[in-house]
């Protein structure tokens, strides 16, 4: 008999740069500027895609609060409207930028033909929830409200985020209902972070994104221990009771991460709630895999990805 590990479990492709990813199970508030420098991308060579340009804008932030810094992708041509997305990148809401994103956003507006708002939330602990929740939610009120200007189809926005990003895109998912909001047509979320009392997996959660790190993230967002009665949904959707009346969805996770068992919940209450909701569980994969270049397990979920962003969004896929 082959006794299972967590290493042993891991697809032999990802295996091999393990010895390269950071591990942020030791990150504390002492160690989290190196944290975050860690996450810093170098610039990418991935080109402009013809007729995008790439524009920082800087966005009218919640009341009270500063403007948000984004990144926004827009066609110069005068066609027929398109879809538009709002990106939100991860990072264990304490770390990460929209610069960090940049590569796969320019591959996104270019093979889909989308518009696509990549924004700066604040992060923790600097500031704690709500802040970063509603500067995206800010960001998606002003690309509907301007999306004749960006020539976007308002019907045809959709939201997408990885990790923390894709917590903070299920939450902003949630607000645009509850709120009247945006109308938001498709949610895509990466190995979202979304529950603050998660459990542990005996096979997941020990490569990249481990236990520790997670307890870290929530403890900053939140300002108080994870796992303690009154979190809002917005900040920890998978508390939410209700889940009806939110967009179709499409949420990716790997086997061994740390998120595996949440977001397949997640997935569940969803169908259970009538949204239409594919999940797709990646075998041997551990947090972040789809930035491992070559493997072809993340190639498949960025063509998953794409895939149902096409579909989602009513747009073509090539």
Known sequence: MVLMTKTSLVDPELARVLDKLPNFGGITLETLADARTSLLMPPTEVPVPPGVVIEER???GPAGAPEIPALLYR??????PRAALL??????????????????????????GLVILSVDYRLAPETPFPGGHEDCYAALVWL???????????????????????????????????????AIAFQLLLYPMIDDRTGVH????????????????????????????GVSPYAAPARADNLAGLPPAFIAVGALDLFVDENIDYAKRLIAAGV??????????????????????????????QNALARGLATRSG
């Open 58 to 60: 800087r966005l009218p």
């Open 75 to 80: 066609y110069t041509d005068r066609g027929p």
């Open 87 to 112: 990106h939100i990148h991860g990072g264990g809401y304490v770390a990460g930028n929209a610069l960090r994103d940049d590569e796969a956003m320019r591959i996104l507006a270019g093979n889909l």
């Open 144 to 182: 509907q409200r301007n999306a004749e200007a960006l020539g976007v189809d308002p019907a045809r926005i959709g939201i997408r985020g990885n990790s923390a990003g894709g917590g903070l895109a299920a939450g902003v998912a949630l607000m645009a209902r509850d709120r009247g909001g945006p």
């Open 202 to 229: 005996p096979y997941a959660g020990e490569h990249v994104w481990p236990l520790a790190a997670n307890r870290f993230g929530w403890r900053s967002l939140l300002g108080h221990e994870p796992g303690i009665a």
């Open 276 to 305: 239409p909701t594919e999940l797709k569980v990646y075998p041997g994969a551990y947090h972040g895999f789809d930035l491992v270049p070559g493997a072809k397990v993340a190639d498949d979920c960025k063509r998953d990805m």
